[in-house]
């Protein structure tokens, strides 16, 4: 808490003593410093084999959307805040994916066969979703330090700022699939706050490296909630081709209680987020994260993923894409219930389709395996999803 206490502040002093610091040395009329954009994602969404008599679960189909308006301030060339609004309806699939036969209901799927921020930020304890417009994001970033780092510092998506992967790492354009998007939310306990203050420094040592340090904290019980993630970017030229090899480490300060006695540590863990483009239309990324078993709210032990990116220019339509993968979870066996319960595997397929600027459409389809109930433990789940940016 000490060290998150000395870097907020050095942060703030270096924004205040920055000779490119332009709050008030902006001109012009204040609108013709504003950017606008947003997203609009649609996602429908269908299981198939789910039906079953004990859980009290059936085939059905869900509709869900969420509203992303991002508003962007320059300060100045080097410099800008940033507010990130947000709406949502509609649970999705995953509603469909709980024993209803529990009081009150518990999911048996350990991977989120529809990954949405919104869900995971202002949903309430029933699953039900928050309604309303929100302010999910508040923040300040700029280049600073002569240049030498980028600077991130408010109310921010802290989970998006580690664990990033070019060809797996986005839930309106790629994968639907939470084990395809971030590790946090599948492996990782995300935060009590999904958006947290925090900040982020990232800076390039070299063309093939890159350093990015991450702190956050919660509104409340400040001191024993700080979560840390340092990570390494190593961007190797391999074969003429863009890459990216992430290396990270999890500090998470948030009193994780041991198995064995009660007592309250943190929770330390690592990942990895490897792409790779083979050609200028193939690429691979793979996934992995582990995390200690001697705490109570582990769930999940490690998880992996793998997969791969094709670019529709190989049939004449170059803003197309597909992607295909595959993700596995290792439960906890110290905390699980069956021991069959090894962990849940998923494999999906998406094809991307690029329709007119600002609107694409894509299929998708997903096949869950190994579900934590005692029947009907594959389900497919066939589905689309309509995203509008603008």
């Known amino acids: 808490m000490r060290l998150l206490k000395t870097v907020s502040v050095f942060l703030v002093t270096a924004l205040m003593l920055s000779p490119s610091t332009a709050l008030a040395k902006s001109k012009g009329d204040w609108y013709k410093r504003l950017d606008l954009s947003g997203g609009i994602t649609s996602v429908y969404q269908s299981t198939i084999g789910n039906a079953d008599k004990t859980t009290r679960t059936l085939d059905q189909a869900n509709f869900s959307y969420s509203l992303n308006l991002m508003v962007e301030s320059r300060l100045s060339d080097k410099q800008k805040i940033v507010v990130h609004f947000e709406a949502a309806e509609g649970e999705g699939i995953a509603q469909n994916l709980r024993d209803n036969s529990a009081v009150p209901p518990t999911s048996y799927s350990t991977i989120s066969p529809d990954y949405n921020r919104y869900r995971a930020a202002y949903s309430n304890a029933d699953g039900s979703v928050q309604q309303g417009l929100k302010t999910s994001e508040v923040y300040y970033e700029g280049l600073l330090f002569w240049d030498r780092a980028i600077v991130s510092l408010g109310k921010m998506d802290i989970h998006s700022l580690y664990d990033q992967n070019r060809l797996a790492g986005s839930e309106t354009d790629q994968f639907l699939a939470g084990i395809f998007v971030t590790m946090a939310g599948t492996v990782f306990n995300e935060l009590d706050n999904y958006y947290a203050p925090g900040y982020k420094i990232n800076t390039a040592i070299a063309s093939f490296l890159e350093l990015s340090y991450v702190g956050a904290f919660q509104y409340e019980n400040v001191g024993n909630s700080s979560f840390h993630v340092g990570q390494i970017n190593l961007k190797p030229n391999l074969l003429g081709g863009e890459g990216n090899y992430r290396f990270y480490l999890v500090w998470d300060n948030r009193n994780y209680t041991l198995t064995s006695g009660g007592e309250k540590e943190a929770n330390i863990g690592f990942g990895i987020s490897l792409d790779q483009m083979i050609t200028n239309d193939i690429g691979i990324f793979l996934r992995f994260a582990s995390q200690p078993t001697k705490f109570e709210e582990n769930r999940i032990k490690n998880g992996s ?42 494999m999906e397929l998406y094809y991307y389709m690029h329709l007119t600027k600002g609107v694409s459409i894509t299929p998708d389809f997903q096949m869950h395996s190994n579900l934590e109930r005692a029947s009907n433990r594959t389900v497919m789940i066939a589905g689309a999803r309509l995203q509008l940016d603008f």
Request: positive net charge.
């Open 305 to 346: 993923a793998f997969g791969a990116h094709i670019g529709g220019a190989m049939w004449g339509r170059r803003k197309d894409h597909i992607g295909f993968g595959y993700g596995m979870v290792t439960n906890n066996k110290s905390i699980s219930s069956p021991s069959s319960y090894s962990g849940q595997s998923v």
